[in-house]
């Protein structure tokens, strides 16, 4: 295990063709230039696009069946991110989604157990369920659909390996609603600050669920990718979340891209078909903040801001 994060020269990205992952690859690549950085992707939820201007290794293969040993022999990572997952909520084939998740991650954790090698994966806020209100790590989990579920998987993967071995650290984020540059390739599983986006460059109305006032916690990519990094900090391992800690309704999130798109388009407001519908998401960051020293950089304001400027291809 590298003493500090300077140290780096042997860097893990799991699903690092992906979104969060691409992002956080090159973040890495900017911050660690002498490091080798390998990525390992099966384009399941990634685009080779995403990762222009990469120069490391890259390893087409799918984590929940590769061969961790044969594949990388003796090299020992300094620090491993696991982002890789069928991230697709809207796929129901609950035997797939949780031997691809939680196989995934089990043998990542076996191949990095001998060595202690740190790691920090992705957890995700819908380990808390449906319900609306503010989230707070203590929760008892309430998986609402078969993705949800495995990330709880990941997260009790992860204690036990944790206390197994004290002096190994394993450390879980639970992503928020994450937007920002990389996320076109979801198509209809991108952000809602994205699909509005894209409504409203085309003049049209952005449609929203009537009437406009559910509330998520939009946290930009750019966060979500310094506070990833900045986990390997932790003292010990443990689970937070990754949020802005700020709800925002959808209307709020019109009213930002209109001001930063020059435009005035009024919602258009739709019935929701959803029985089952979360009203509110909003991450309690006191731990974050208290244990690891992290405060997002971004607000709603300055993140779609800087989004848009991205977009408009004007950053």
């Known amino acids: 295990m590298v003493s500090s994060l300077a140290a780096m020269r042997n860097i893990l990205v799991t699903g690092g063709a992906g979104f969060i992952g691409s992002n956080l690859t090159l973040a890495?690549?900017?911050?660690?230039?002498?490091a080798r950085i390998v990525v390992i992707d099966d384009f399941r939820s990634g685009d080779f696009k995403n990762l222009r201007g990469f120069s490391g290794d890259f390893v087409a293969a799918d984590v929940a069946r590769l061969d961790w040993q044969k594949q990388f022999k003796d090299l020992a990572f300094d620090a491993i991110f696991h982002e890789a997952s069928i991230t697709d909520t809207t796929e129901h084939d609950?035997?797939?989604?949780?031997?691809?998740?939680?196989?995934?991650?089990?043998?990542?954790?076996?191949?990095?157990?001998?060595?202690?090698?740190?790691?920090?994966?992705?957890?995700?806020?819908a380990t808390y369920g449906i319900a609306a209100g503010i989230n707070r790590e203590d929760q008892p989990p309430a998986p609402a659909n078969i993705y949800a579920f495995t990330k709880v998987?990941?997260?009790?993967?992860?204690?036990?390996?944790?206390?197994?071995?004290?002096?190994?650290?394993?450390?879980?984020?639970?992503?928020?609603?994450?937007?920002?540059?990389n996320e076109p390739h979801k198509h209809a599983a991108a952000s809602m600050i994205y699909q509005l986006y894209r409504q409203m460059k085309a003049g049209k109305r952005p449609r929203v669920f009537r009437a406009g006032e559910h509330k998520r916690d939009f946290v930009y990519v750019?966060?979500?990718?310094?506070?990833?990094?900045?986990?390997?900090?932790a003292k010990h391992s443990d689970i937070f979340?990754?949020?802005?800690?700020?709800a925002v309704s959808f209307n709020e999130v019109i009213a930002e891209l209109n001001r930063n798109l020059g435009t005035s388009l009024e919602p258009e407001y739709i019935d929701n078909p959803y029985a089952f519908y979360q009203p509110h998401?909003?991450?309690?960051?006191?731990?974050?903040?208290?244990?690891?020293?992290?405060?997002?950089?971004?607000?709603?304001?300055?993140?779609?801001?800087?989004?848009v400027k991205i977009l408009e291809g004007t950053a």
């Open 281 to 307: 998401t909003e991450a309690d960051m006191t731990k974050a903040r208290e244990e690891l020293g992290w405060v997002p950089k971004f607000t709603p304001v300055t993140g779609i801001a800087d989004y």
């Open 28 to 34: 890495l690549q900017a911050q660690h230039p002498e």
């Open 94 to 125: 609950q035997l797939l989604q949780a031997h691809d998740n939680i196989e995934g991650f089990r043998r990542l954790l076996e191949f990095a157990a001998p060595c202690q090698t740190p790691v920090v994966y992705a957890s995700s806020a």
């Open 222 to 233: 750019k966060d979500v990718v310094g506070m990833t990094m900045h986990a390997l900090t």
């Open 153 to 181: 998987q990941l997260d009790n993967l992860a204690r036990d390996y944790a206390r197994r071995v004290p002096s190994w650290k394993i450390v879980g984020l639970r992503y928020f609603n994450v937007y920002g540059p």
């Open 241 to 246: 979340n990754c949020g802005s800690g700020v």
